[in-house]
């Protein structure tokens, strides 16, 4: 599971949570154990991924619209 939670400083961070619940014979829950585990950084790096795969898709469907050629090979007579 994953949220956002504000942090005491004030600032948002990401969590990814799991927990497991251990029960007895009959089914009853006798204790939960579990992490939260801050993943923002994760989470600003797959962001910044997802912006760059983006503005490379972008830039590749231009050079597909506009392409072009110059002959910088001139003869002189």
């Known amino acids: 599971l994953t949220y956002r939670v504000?942090?005491?400083?004030?600032?948002?961070?990401?969590?990814?949570?799991q927990a497991y619940i251990f029960r007895d014979?009959?089914?009853?829950i006798e204790r939960v154990v579990g992490i939260a585990i801050d993943i923002s950084e994760r989470k600003?790096?797959?962001?910044?991924?997802?912006?760059?795969?983006?503005?490379?898709?972008?830039?590749m469907q231009a050079a597909e619209?506009?392409?072009w050629e110059i002959d910088l090979i001139t003869r002189m007579v």
Do not use: F, P
């Open 6 to 17: 504000r942090h005491q400083e004030g600032h948002w961070i990401d969590i990814l949570d």
């Open 65 to 67: 619209m506009y392409t």
């Open 25 to 28: 014979a009959v089914g009853n």
């Open 44 to 59: 600003q790096v797959e962001e910044a991924l997802k912006q760059s795969e983006e503005r490379m898709r972008l830039a």
